[in-house]
């Protein structure tokens, strides 16, 4: 990947995820030097102005949440970088293996081990569910799951 630098301040450098008009990358906040999550909506072919609405709604929401297991919103902004246009939402990274990563390595879970991560997610959601007006999960999945500080037979949190 050709080092591209959104802002003058986001260095992309490693695609996590994508989808149809959206790329995700690990980048490094230049004025910070601290690893960050940048989401891309690119105005392509397939714009759709529904994605728009809410990829500007998921930065809203996320703007407002202050819970230390939900990434913290540090920046949204429109760009153009070498012809291409879009949309980036800016937010912390948090260090973790996914629920997803840690099935396809072979790692099984306990009944204990499977009975804890949903009550970890449970307390989560019931935080979003509790605000006013409540914000709902709508793409919880093992992916979307990073469990972190984990230590030995530990799930982590």
């Keep these: ?5 959104l802002k003058n301040r986001y ?3 490693k695609l996590l995820g994508r989808n149809t008009g959206r790329r995700t990358f690990l980048a490094e906040d230049l004025i910070t030097k601290k690893l960050v999550v940048v989401k891309i909506l690119y105005f392509n072919q397939d714009w759709d102005w529904d994605a728009l609405k809410l990829f500007e709604r998921e ?3 996320l703007k407002s949440i202050f819970h230390f297991n939900i990434p913290r919103y540090l920046d949204f902004f429109e760009f153009e970088e070498d012809n291409t246009k879009g949309f980036a939402l800016v937010q912390t ?3 973790g293996q996914s629920l997803q990563e840690c099935m396809d390595s072979g790692r099984h879970f306990s009944d204990l081990e499977v009975k804890e991560i949903a009550k970890s997610l449970l307390t989560i959601l019931k935080s979003l569910h509790d605000r006013n007006p409540p914000v709902i999960h709508r793409d919880i999945k093992p992916s979307n799951i990073l469990l972190n500080n984990r230590s030995g037979n530990s799930v982590g949190n």
């Design 1 to 5: 990947m050709n080092e591209t630098i």
């Design 11 to 13: 260095s992309l450098q």
């Design 59 to 61: 930065a809203q929401t």
């Design 93 to 95: 990274s948090i260090e």
